[in-house]
């Protein structure tokens, strides 16, 4: 049996392993959902109402070595994760292309700037270079907040930060000034389409 | 010691696994590189050409479990290929939303509808509802003939084809009635981004 914190997050004993977040169920009711399930339902259903087609792309893995039984589905049982070289997200809005990554900060004030990587900033330089949608979605999980926030703020961000005693997180209130806040409903869980629509198109 | 073909492709006992195509080593040469191959390098050289953002999606895996040795990477210990419920390649070119599947035929008249899964016929249709540019890339091996089809006519051959004593397959003259054939070059080696300039945008 599974022990739950009050925050929905499961008790584990010290060294017992962490599932990978490809393995873990789904927990009860929409205490403990991720940010990235609330995002695979809310893209679920922008797809079955037809607003959008944005789908999460899967999880890189390098395949180290495949075993054929006969008469059964090949079976991978050597891999390894690898670093995405892309965003998590991506698709099309309106005839626009759409681009995104998603992190949730146990912070309360902040998020780190090590929760992205360089070649993701860079990815995101090159689609708003080429015409498209980029942008961040962040959960704030102690105060339940979801900000999207554009992708030429994190760039603007990653760069400060390589200078010399550059910060090296982004805080809440750069959110508050320059991010949207996105609406959380039951469907779609977050509005985020909301946001690009009001922020991008006009 | 590996011992090939003439047309490029290795010798295996009978009974001998085939690997996966994520585990193939690349050939010598252009001789018997791949269709994804080939388009791989394209993509790359129109990323660092500054030309489009387009990759191929990682390969969907059912990941079933994972051993985390103390110090070391996560090792995946099983895990299953999964079918893709988009296609394979997706990005961004001119500001327009760009996303096809390619296919290889030996065959040299024609191409089996099974290349292809209903619900990539569904995506694509969604694509192209939502103002995407949707085709598919078919490579007749024989000819070395490589051809981009707009995803409509994937789209009718499908239907056409769940009717009584519908064709299963689209031929090679279709192609060249309706599609356009991809110049090959050196760099890029299948230049497609140049008959989507001709085709999609004028």
Chains 1, 2 share one sequence.
């Not at 927990?27 to 259903?45: A, F, I, W």
């Not at 900033?121 to 999980?141: L, Q, Y």
Request: glycine residues 6%; contains cysteine.
């Amino acid at each position: 049996m599974t022990i739950y914190y009050p925050n929905g997050q499961p008790y584990r004993k010290k060294g017992e392993e962490t599932p990978h977040e490809d393995q873990r169920q789904v927990t009860y009711g929409h205490r403990g959902m991720t940010l990235e399930e609330d995002l695979n339902v809310s893209n679920q259903y922008y797809l079955h109402s037809d607003q959008a087609v944005i789908y999460k792309k899967p999880t890189p893995v390098q395949i180290v070595h495949v075993d054929y039984p006969r008469r059964s589905a090949a079976k991978i049982t050597e891999a390894y994760f690898r670093k995405a070289s892309t965003t998590d997200y991506n698709g099309v809005f309106k005839g626009k292309y759409v681009d995104f990554e998603a992190k949730e900060t146990t912070h309360a004030n902040y998020i780190p700037l090590k929760n992205f990587h360089e070649h993701q900033v860079t990815h995101m330089d090159r689609i708003r270079r080429h015409g498209g949608i980029g942008f961040i979605i962040v959960k704030f999980k102690k105060s339940n907040e979801v900000f999207l926030l554009d992708a030429s703020v994190l760039s603007e961000c990653w760069r400060a930060s390589l200078k010399h005693g550059g910060r090296k997180s982004m805080p809440r209130t750069l959110f508050l000034k320059k991010g949207h806040l996105i609406p959380q409903h039951f469907m779609p869980r977050l509005d985020y389409l909301r946001v690009v629509r009001d922020v991008y198109f006009n």
